[in-house]
């Protein structure tokens, strides 16, 4: 990691307090669960952005990230906050003293990752006893002590809006205390830390916290709250920085992210003020809500140049009748008329999105449905899930998860396929077509190669003759994969 720091320097308003400790006399160990101190826990006074709580002896910290790419962006506030802090980064769990998870809760199977990650690292700190083991992000507020009884050994647990108690939770621990910070703050934006990223030329933004929408099988608003929006000066000047820390790209981030507004601004708005940063190349934004993407928006992406022609647009499902047992808003003929909308005022507008199959009361021609609106639209790319029931949601509560694992797997299955074979169609068309390319880096499986991105942002690989790293270049396909362009770069 770098220690470009973009400090915001701005002032900090309170917080309301989100810390418990555990008192107890004795060091955790792994046979006192975090679960049987609760009643002794107190709330400690509340961290201001600018207090410095120095490290009382384990200093580094390893982040392991989980899940999505708002995940990776908060490791990097974590990052952030440690630093300012005094801790250091390291790349490697066997030479920390602090190990972190942040992890995912979005389907059952992230948090099976976890949980068997936990095991692993059980036996480092049988090793290391002084070893701190930490889990934050959704998965912790979301099974909160639940995690703590399959892993006693785990010492504190943070919430996404607690990160900012790191320090503090840290060095609870390094005194023998249990830590929790679990409790929702819906005021915290973390608009005033600034971010450790790895060097690169792509950058993530998180512009919005949170989410309203309350999709019925989603454990997001659950796990990160409401909405909030970072104020569009403070995102202007973010993205200045990243340009002169050599940045090209950046993509705007939140759970719903054409819904930001921050008071006085739009997405549109915003849309326009980041593309006016100069020197920066390229912007993107994930995810849209359909029913949040206005003509402004579409308008704004055709118009301005800087702005890719890409959306990444989640679907879900072709039926109407499982898009209204999500609550998704939208209606799957609203949906088909929105893209067809964009392609006519967007060219060359690559789409790419999510599916959920087995979803509660989903018939084979509710599946039908999905499959010949995914055949209809061509994505180039699309996420695929089967339905995975979250504790807390309207829908776990609501809704019977009537569709077999077995017939959730074949249905999954299926549309993988037909993606599969339309995503090689369509990079298979692009074959003699000359795309534009931010180099990114070196090719993993080839060193004399470099990888970069189109502005549809599918993956092109091509000798690094005549180009280097950050650079716009015209790549010349020549083949071609599912996944993958190949070709020379021309002049
Ligand atoms: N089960 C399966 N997939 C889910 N997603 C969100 N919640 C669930 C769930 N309970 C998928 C949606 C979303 C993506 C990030 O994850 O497709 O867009």
């Not at 107890?24 to 679960?35: A, F, G, H, L, R």
């Not at 690292?121 to 070893?131: E, G, S």
């Not at 601004?265 to 390229?282: K, Q, T, Y």
């Amino acid at each position: 990691m770098t220690s470009s720091l973009m400090g915001r320097n701005i002032p900090f308003g309170a917080t309301k307090e989100n810390t418990y400790s555990a008192k107890v006399d004795e060091k955790m160990n792994s046979k006192t669960p975090i679960k049987t101190q609760l009643p002794l826990y107190k709330a400690l006074p509340t961290v201001k952005s600018t207090d410095r709580i120095k490290p009382r002896g384990s200093r580094r910290v390893y982040i392991e990230t989980y899940g999505c790419q708002m995940n990776v962006s908060d490791s990097e506030l974590m990052a952030g906050i440690l630093i300012q802090n005094g801790y250091e980064i390291v790349d490697d769990s066997d030479t920390a003293d602090v190990v972190l998870l942040n992890t995912c809760a979005i389907r059952e199977n992230a948090e099976t990752k976890v949980l068997n990650r936990l095991k692993h690292l059980n036996h480092l700190k049988r090793q290391k006893p002084n070893l701190v083991l930490g889990v934050c992000g959704c998965m912790a507020q979301h099974m909160k002590t639940k995690i703590t009884d399959a892993a006693p050994y785990v010492d504190l647990l943070l919430g996404p809006d607690a990160y900012r108690n790191l320090p503090m939770a840290i060095n609870v621990v390094t005194s023998g205390d249990a830590f929790l910070g679990l409790r929702p703050d819906k005021g915290e934006d973390y608009a005033d830390i600034a971010p450790i990223r790895k060097e690169g030329v792509r950058a993530w933004l998180t512009i919005q916290r949170g989410c309203d929408k309350m999709c019925t099988f989603c454990i997001v608003p659950f796990v990160r709250g409401r909405e909030r929006s970072i104020p569009l000066p403070l995102l202007v000047n973010d993205v200045k920085r990243l340009v002169d820390e050599g940045f090209k790209e950046v993509v705007l981030l939140g759970q719903t992210v054409n819904s930001y507004h921050d008071g006085q601004h739009n997405f549109v708005d915003l849309l326009f003020a980041m593309s006016e940063v100069e020197g920066i190349e390229r912007v993107r934004f994930t995810s849209p809500h359909p029913s949040d993407a206005t003509d402004g928006m579409i308008q704004a992406m055709a118009s301005c140049d800087k702005v890719c022609n890409q959306i990444h647009l989640p679907l879900q499902s072709g039926s109407t009748k499982v898009l209204q047992a999500m609550r998704r808003t939208y209606t799957a003929e609203a949906y088909r008329d929105l893209v067809a909308k964009m392609r006519e005022r967007i060219p060359n507008l690559a789409i790419s999105t999510d599916v959920i199959v087995g979803f509660c009361g989903e018939t084979e021609a509710d599946f039908m449905e999905t499959c010949n609106l995914m055949a209809e639209i061509r994505y180039d790319s699309a996420f695929m899930f089967k339905y995975s029931a979250r504790d807390g949601t309207l829908a776990h509560r609501t809704l019977e998860d009537d569709v077999s694992e077995e017939e959730k797997g074949r249905r999954l299955r299926t549309i993988i396929e037909l993606q599969e074979g339309i995503s090689h169609e369509l990079n298979q068309a692009l074959i003699g077509e000359t795309v534009e390319v931010l180099v990114e880096g070196e090719s993993r499986r080839d060193a004399d190669k470099y990888h970069g991105k189109t502005d549809g942002f599918k993956t092109a690989v091509f000798p690094k003759v005549n180009s280097k790293i950050g650079e716009l270049v015209r790549v010349k396909v020549e083949s071609a994969t599912a996944h993958t362009l190949l070709g020379e770069i021309v002049a």
